[in-house]
């Protein structure tokens, strides 16, 4: 299990897919939707918005030219509310992902054992799953900073001019 510092500085060395998965209706629950597209779009990687239904994405991820698949989801590790991590596909089943029909570490076992992809998790701990809501201020800030401090040498490798702010990684 990787601090945020360590999943930054992990995630500015590699070329990946990200694909982000949440329910954009159930608060905390949409983070791996706003954070997915937030790290895609500031180190210039492909992005999937998967939502609630990540299994629907296999081939897009199977055929994928990365060698890495980096799931982007909120995750019940038992942290304080807004807490991400970098996981490994084998610590994926000691954190409560309950929201969607397959489950994750199925997922990600698929992938690294029959397509051959190093599957990671960056993992970001809900405060609320409350139906109707939007992200809480203490996990939009945790992305919000988060992505801020992904390193701006990754704008040069995608050929960006200008990067996203940390205003741009609040809920929509």
């Known amino acids: 299990m990787s601090s945020a510092a360590e999943a ?12 982000g ?3 954009p209706l159930r608060g905390d629950d949409g983070a791996g939707l706003v954070l997915g ?8 990687n492909p992005y999937l918005e998967c939502e609630d239904v990540p ?23 038992g942290a304080a509310a807004g807490e ?3 996981l490994d596909r084998h610590e994926l089943s000691g954190c ?13 076992d698929l992938l690294a054992e029959q397509c051959d992809k190093r599957v990671l998790l960056l993992a970001v701990q809900p405060a609320s799953l ?9 996990v939009a800030d945790a ?11 990754s704008f040069e490798k995608c050929g960006a001019t200008d990067g996203l702010t940390a205003g741009g990684a609040t809920a929509t």
Request: aromatic letters at 4%; charged letters at 20%.
């Open 96 to 108: 409560n992902i309950s929201t969607h029909n397959c489950s994750l570490s199925v997922l990600a």
């Open 84 to 86: 991400i991590r970098l």
């Open 21 to 23: 998965i949440g329910n």
């Open 55 to 77: 299994e629907n994405y296999l081939a897009e991820m199977r055929n994928s030219e990365a060698s890495t698949i980096l799931l982007v989801d909120a995750a019940d590790m």
């Open 130 to 138: 409350q139906w109707g809501q939007r992200l809480t201020p203490q």
């Open 8 to 19: 930054v500085e992990a995630l500015a060395e590699d070329v990946f897919l990200v694909a």
């Open 143 to 153: 992305i919000a900073g988060f992505v801020a401090h992904l390193p701006d040498d």
């Open 37 to 44: 597209r937030a790290v895609a779009e500031r180190t210039g």
